[in-house]
Structures are given as C-alpha cells and as structure tokens.
Antibody, heavy 121, light 114 residues
Framework: EVQLVESGGGVVRPGGSLRLSCAASGFTFDDYGMSWVRQAPGKGLEWVSGINWNGGSTGYADSVKGRFTISRDNAKNSLYLQMNSLRAEDTALYHC??????????????WGQGTMVTVSS | DIVMTQSPDSLAVSLGERATINCKSSQSVLYSSNNKNYLAWYQQKPGQPPKLLIYWASTRESGVPDRFSGSGSGTDFTLTISSLQAEDVAVYYCQQYYSTPPFTFGPGTKVDIK
C-alpha cells in the first residue's frame, strides 16, 4: 500500500524549533518529488515547501523562506522539514504530499494524514 | 505568484442534483507547447487529507467516480458533480501547478446537501 506517515509535530513556544518527518512506503521514493502542505485550523491549504527527487532542487513559500529547510534521505525513504524561528501563524496541520509523476510540475496524488504543529506561549 | 480564486464559497445542492464549482487563475495555466492546463481539483472531507480528483483540468484520477468532471482552459475552470451523493459532502479546492514554486490553491468551496 502506498503510504505517507508524518511525525514530529507538537507544541512549541514562539521562536522555537521542530523537525517534522514523513515516512514513505509502497513506492519507489526516490522517483518522486515531494512537498509539505499545511492547513491552519479551519482554513484552506497552503503549500510550504517542495523538493525534487534527489534533493538537488528545493522551493519555499515566502512565508517560511529563511526559517524552514526541507530535505530528504532516499536511503531511509524519508522526507523532513526543519522548522526554526516558529511563529503563531505557523500553527497548522502539516501534510507531506507526493507529486503524481517524476516531473516537478504536477498534481499531488498521495497525501499523509498530517502532523499538528502548535506554536503558543 | 499565480492567485487562485473560487466561487461560490459554499453551496447546498439536493441529492441527485448538479453541483458546479468555479475556479479562476490570475494568469493562464495553459502551457502552449503541450496544450495542457496545469490545474488540479481536490476533495477534502472532515478529518481527512485532500484527495486528488482531477488533473490536467479534466483527467479523472483512477478510481474517481465519473459523476465528477473538470472543464475549462486558460484561466477559467469548472468542477461539476453531475448527481450529488451524500458522500460528496466536502470542501473542494483547485490548485495550479503551472508556475512553481509556489504551488497555489484556491480558498476552497464547501458543498453540502440541501
């Protein structure tokens, strides 16, 4: 079964850090680009960051640029998001998502259930 | 960045009736070299992650019922549910993948039963 399972969320104070992980299974992980997409409580979807199949190309939303770092370990079938200098507005459910094909511009066909990040003092 | 808008914000449709959701992009998402619209539709039910319904504006993802259809080109797109079923109650999002990063989503349209 093709699956993405996120972990690493929690409650953190403003200015703090968290590292999210996404474990992939059921497909050849290093064939696909991956992204993180977040959803604040009761709000819509916001793309956060993406990475190509080998980690050689990354992209970030302006709202997180300079604070978040995406990476991947293809040997471990895992995607990561290092989140620093966290703000209250980063509070959201963070999903990892797979691009539908190996090209970088495509839809997201597989999504994880998400891991919740709450930034609060 | 390409801005995506959707209308209406919400709609209520009787079971078996048609539901129509509109999506507009701030610039064309049609790539002239392959004549493809880089536009997807997702369905999100409460407590679940988004589910891909449609890509390339009109291609149904495997396993998606044929009552769901996508149409449009350039900057204006439509998702149609031809005969609304109870299980279709959800929020629907459009998303462009023409100009990335960033991938951008519409604000969502909530569909309920009348």
């Amino acid at each position: 079964e093709v699956q993405l399972v996120e972990s690493g969320g929690g409650v953190v104070r403003p200015g703090g850090s968290l590292r999210l992980s996404c474990a992939a299974s059921g497909f050849t992980f290093d064939d696909y680009g991956m992204s993180w997409v977040r959803q604040a409580p009761g709000k819509g979807l916001e793309w956060v960051s993406g990475i190509n199949w080998n980690g050689g190309s990354t992209g970030y939303a302006d709202s997180v640029k300079g604070r978040f770092t995406i990476s991947r370990d293809n040997a471990k079938n895992s995607l990561y998001l290092q989140m620093n200098s966290l703000r209250a507005e980063d509070t959201a459910l963070y999903h990892c998502a797979r691009l539908r094909t190996p090209v970088n511009n495509d839809a997201f066909d597989i999504w994880g259930q998400g891991t919740m990040v709450t930034v609060s003092s | 960045d390409i801005v995506m808008t959707q209308s209406p914000d919400s709609l209520a449709v009787s079971l078996g009736e048609r539901a129509t959701i509109n999506c507009k992009s701030s610039q064309s998402v049609l790539y002239s070299s392959n004549n493809k619209n880089y536009l997807a539709w997702y369905q999100q039910k409460p407590g679940q992650p988004p589910k891909l319904l449609i890509y390339w504006a009109s291609t149904r993802e495997s396993g998606v019922p044929d009552r769901f259809s996508g149409s449009g080109s350039g900057t204006d797109f439509t998702l149609t549910i031809s005969s609304l079923q109870a299980e279709d109650v959800a929020v629907y999002y459009c998303q462009q993948y023409y100009s990335t990063p960033p991938f951008t989503f519409g604000p969502g349209t909530k569909v309920d039963i009348k």
